[in-house]
């Protein structure tokens, strides 16, 4: 044991992301999945029904670091889907330019120890992995995803899972399970300067719940039976228990995702298949809460927990792939079959198994919301945001202010009370910091995050929005080859199920030219002709 955090002394901050996790996937949201420590965050702290962040993992992971927009940021798409046309720029390149400076260099500089486990997916050369990136101990796995039980990849796209700690490459355990160990490091590194009494600053991004979603056996089998009316039951009674715990709106409008399976038109076997899927997809959730929990009892036993900043949020929304099917027609299933994958039901979620929940299901992640992980819309956008420690002053309370994913890094800045860089760090020009820090409205200070007449943008792989006080603009050229923007207003129409487009012309007509301001001014590249994520992320195929 050590001594007790004394009173004003610096706090710790543990910033915990989760992978893919959808808009009430966690029980304060609303969710059947159970995550006891997480809710006891947010029973402490407060929790951002508004939040939203990109709808892809890099581009979120990089914005969350810096406070710097992604095509500023160097990361505007993840390298994996970029095409070949864009990546002639520098401000294309999908890894994290060294003209950003990183929350993580901040702090340093300021004292604190820092403390990176998990899937960093922001660059593997040398210069880009987070040793360099202002990070003193880590554990990171620089791909998009992984498997969760070994050491070995989950796309054909990679040759090999590319693992490194403090910078060298690295060997799994044979015992590695990805949110065990990743918790099972953190502690080890706190543990490891805890004698000298400076603050830490720890970032856990797990791989929870990205695919291949697996789990311990006996953490799926809680979830035995939970899933099998299907997800138009479970889409509604997410819906119902979110607006009974305020998360949304009473009488939220809802529409049904386009593509969604017909429940009752599905045979037994792909019923229970696609149920599996989804206790495994909570069992996966339900894993990470507990793991979160130990980080939790650990800072408790060393009387740090009361002096430590908790954030937890998701990347992006639900993943929707519809790479695996339950009857054996997945264009994966010659790659699934050379490699040893099992998709089949008697072994889903353990060791040799791969799991996606596919897109029907994910309809239940994001519910109430629609479409999913890479879209535009607030299934894709908006994602749980809890906050709880020093500075914050609210206990127990959900708040529907608007808040952007570049808005964390300035925050917690304010929180600390360490000053933003402001553009120049160490005698250099860098990007500044475009974010707004909020924590004096989580003091109580101030009653409002962004203003009204405040725009913001935002662009990935052709899907686009714009965010103006309670309204939201948006267009979805890739996969839903949308050719028209929508109108909504985001904060009683979370669903976004009425087009306001008609009704206000003058507010469609200012953010439409907001958005092409705010397009022209960060660069935002046209996508080529004919552009599909997917097409460029498998260009060499599925063998």
């Known amino acids: 044991g050590t001594a007790q955090a004394q009173t004003g002394d610096r706090p710790n901050v543990v910033l915990i992301l989760a992978d893919d996790l959808g808009y009430t996937d966690i029980s304060p949201f609303g969710s059947e999945i159970s995550t006891p420590n997480i809710a006891r965050l947010a029973a402490e702290g ?14 979120a992971r990089a914005m969350i670091l810096t406070g710097v927009d992604s095509h500023r940021n160097g990361v505007p ?21 060294n003209g950003v400076v990183t929350l993580a260099s901040l702090l340093q500089d300021q004292g604190y120890h820092t403390y990176m486990t998990g899937k960093w997916h922001l660059g593997h050369t040398p210069d880009l992995l987070p040793s360099s990136r202002g990070f003193d101990r880590t554990i990171a796995m620089a791909d998009t995803g992984a498997d969760n039980w070994e050491q070995r990849t989950y796309l054909p796209i990679y040759d090999q899972a590319h693992w490194y700690a403090d910078g060298a490459e690295h060997t799994l355990p044979d015992d590695f399970y990805s949110s065990e160990y990743f918790i099972d490091k953190t502690i080890e590194f706190i543990d490891s300067n805890n004698a000298d009494d400076k603050p830490f600053f720890a970032y856990v991004p797990f791989q929870a719940v990205h695919m291949p979603v697996q789990a311990p056996k006996e953490f799926s089998d809680k979830y ?36 969604t399976l017909e429940w009752d038109a599905l045979t037994a076997e792909q019923k229970d298949h696609h149920s599996r899927r989804m206790e495994v997809y909570a069992g996966m959730v339900d894993a990470m809460d507990m793991h979160i929990g130990r980080l939790m009892d650990y800072l408790q036993s060393i009387g740090e927990y009361e002096n430590t900043v908790f954030i937890f949020t998701s990347d992006n929304g639900a993943e929707g792939s519809a790479l695996i099917s339950p009857t054996g027609r997945s264009p994966l299933d010659q790659w699934f079959s050379r490699v040893g994958y099992e998709t089949g039901i008697d072994n889903l979620g353990e060791r040799g198994s791969f799991v ?6 994910a309809t239940i992640a994001a519910s109430p919301l629609t479409y999913y992980k890479f879209h535009a819309n607030e299934g894709g956008l908006r994602v749980p945001l809890v906050m709880s420690g020093p500075g914050i002053s609210q206990q127990g309370e959900l708040s529907d202010e ?15 009370d360490i000053d933003n860089h402001n553009g120049n760090w160490k005698g250099a020009t860098v990007e500044q910091i475009v974010g707004t820090d909020f924590s004096s409205f989580l003091n109580g200070a101030n009653q409002q995050v962004h203003s009204d007449s405040e725009s913001i943008g935002y662009e990935l792989g052709g899907n686009s929005a714009l965010f103006k006080g309670e309204y939201k603009i948006v267009i979805n050229r890739e996969a839903q080859n949308e050719s028209e923007w929508h109108l909504y207003n985001i904060k009683v129409d979370p669903g976004e199920v009425n087009d306001l487009k008609n009704e206000q012309p003058q507010l469609f007509e200012d953010m439409l030219s907001d958005y092409e301001a705010w397009a022209l001014s960060n660069n935002v590249l046209p996508m080529p002709e004919g552009y599909t994520r997917r097409g460029v992320i498998f260009r060499d195929g599925f063998n």
């Open 356 to 361: 996606a929940i596919g897109p029907s299901n």
């Open 402 to 416: 608007f808040v952007f994913v570049t808005d964390l890094a300035p925050t917690i800045l304010g929180l600390l």
């Open 77 to 97: 798409n993840i390298p994996e889907a970029l095409p070949p046309e864009q990546m002639e720029f520098d401000h294309y390149q999908g890894v994290l330019s």
């Open 224 to 259: 035995a039976g939970v899933y099998d009316e299907g997800w138009t039951v479970m889409r509604e009674k997410r819906r119902l228990a979110a607006e009974e715990a305020g998360i949304i709106p009473r009488e939220t409008k809802v529409q049904v995702t386009p593509g």
């Open 46 to 59: 407060l929790s951002f029904t508004n939040y939203h962040t990109a709808a892809s993992c890099a581009p």
